[in-house]
Every structure is written in C-alpha cells, then in structure tokens.
C-alpha cells in the first residue's frame, strides 16, 4: 500500500548513486528535491538523468523533481540564514543562471527561498515563461515577511513549503508548530499543495532509527493537513538515507488511518 502523503526526499552525496536511487523509489519516496545550494550542473545533469532512467526503466513511475534555488542564502558552519535585506531581491543572479539550466532539464517545480511577498513569485513565474518553461512554483515560507503576505503568496503560487529552519530564526521556536498549523490551514481553504520541511526526522542523520518525538512530528504534520512530508539531511548526507524514506513511510500511512480524529483520549 502506498500512502496518500508524498514522500519527498533531497538527494545528495549520500544518495546519489543508482542502487541508492533505485532503493528510496521501491521505498515510496514520491518527489525529489534537489537543493541548489550545492553541487555543479554537472552534478545534478547526472543525477537528473539517472532520476529519469531509474524510475521509467524499473519501476515505470514518473518522479517529479522539485529544484529548490538557493535564493540570497548565508552559510555559518552547519547553519545559514537569509542575506539580505527586507526589501532586497530575493532571486539572485546564481539562481536564474540555475533556472535557465533547471528548465533545460525538465525539472517539474521550482521552489524559491526566502519569498517575501507575492511579487517574488510573479517575478519568478516571468523568468519561467521567458525560457519557454512551464514548471509549477514553490513558495518557501521562512520569513516573518512572508508569513505576514501569505494570503497574497498563495493567491499567485502553485504550492507552499513550510521551511521550519529558517522559520525558526525569526520566530521564536515555541510559536512555531501554530505559525505551521496556519499556514497549511490557509493552503486548505486555497486548495494548495503544502509541504512540512525541516528537521523532520533530523536524528537519522547520525541513527539508524528516529526518536518518538520526530514520529510524532511527522504524524502531526500529516494529521494537520499537509500533501507532503520532506527529508533533507536525513536522505542528502546521512548515514541511513534509505531508511529514513521508509519510516517516513510508515507514518505517513499510519497517521492517514487516524485522519478523522479530533482529540485522543
């Protein structure tokens, strides 16, 4: 059985190779994510291949693949946050050199960072058209801006993407988990596709097995409403990428048997 919540998983170092790929399809993940912020178009040309090959040949599946721009990102160590200022453009010159070359590729959606308000998506969905593309757009809410424009950002985007990370360098954390509840509730009444992302299942990057709270986490997520459920580091650069798909799995279809709950008890 398959779950009705997609699966989305980031490709990387740790799970680039064929039998890896080839793995994480037979373990129902649904969507690819390829983050931007790293690696050559060299890379990813390989990796787009391989997606496109392994999927059709084996499992005569379509994969859509989602290609999330790096947007005016700052990295420190393991962290980064927005670089910008409040009003500054937040599509920079690396990203539409990416997007020319996303688009050439076939990618299926363009996710952009750091979406402030509407017009970031309209300016983005005008690159797309000028090269001839017809990629669906991902608005990634992880600014305060951004929570404040959402009803405008989801009057011109085709889904949402609840980035919790950097969400929580401008929240305080605690008001997180009701800052996500709103905006899937809002993507429901626009009939949008919402994403939960970030940290989902963080301990296995390091462990074979998630705790009870990242279980929780992801079943909550999917309890509250949302389409998809995302790994990012779990699937890039851990250790268990594989497993960590399957789990994700495993809640998901879990937690859709309990969709009609209202309380416990």
């Known amino acids: 059985m398959e779950s ?3 699966i989305v ?9 064929r039998e890896i790929i080839s793995a994480l399809i037979s373990h129902r993940m649904d969507i690819v994510r390829l983050n931007f912020s790293w690696g050559t178009h060299e890379w990813h040309t390989e990796l787009i291949k391989n997606i496109r090959e392994i999927s059709k040949n084996e499992y005569n599946k379509y994969i859509p ?4 721009l790096s947007g005016p990102r700052v990295q420190e160590g393991s ?3 927005f670089g910008g200022e409040k009003d500054q453009e937040v599509i920079t010159e690396k990203d539409i050199s990416d997007l020319t070359f996303g688009i050439e590729q076939g990618v299926d959606y363009i996710a952009l960072s750091f979406v402030g308000t509407a017009s970031d998506i309209i300016k ?6 000028e090269r001839g593309g017809n990629q669906k757009v991902i608005a990634k809410i992880e600014r305060k801006l951004a929570v404040q424009n959402l009803s405008e950002i989801l009057e ?3 889904a949402i993407m609840v980035a919790r990370g950097d969400l929580g360098n401008e929240f305080p954390l605690e008001e997180i988990p009701f800052i996500q509840h709103k905006i899937i509730q809002e993507c429901k009444k626009s009939g949008k596709m919402v994403i939960v992302a970030t940290q989902m299942l963080l301990s296995m990057v390091e462990n074979p097995k ?4 990242e279980v929780s986490d992801v079943a909550y997520a999917i309890l509250d409403g949302a389409d998809g459920v995302m790994l990012s580091e779990e699937s890039a650069k851990g250790k268990y990428p594989i497993e960590a798909v399957s789990i994700m799995e495993k809640i998901a279809l879990e937690a859709e048997k309990h969709k009609n709950i209202t309380h416990i008890g």
């Open 124 to 129: 983005l969905k005008e690159l797309i058209k």
């Open 210 to 213: 998630p705790t009870r709270a």
């Open 65 to 68: 693949i989602i290609q999330d």
């Open 9 to 17: 998983a980031t490709i990387g170092p740790a799970s680039n190779s």
């Open 4 to 6: 009705a919540t997609k």
């Open 79 to 81: 962290e980064h946050h």
């Open 156 to 158: 011109c985007t085709d």
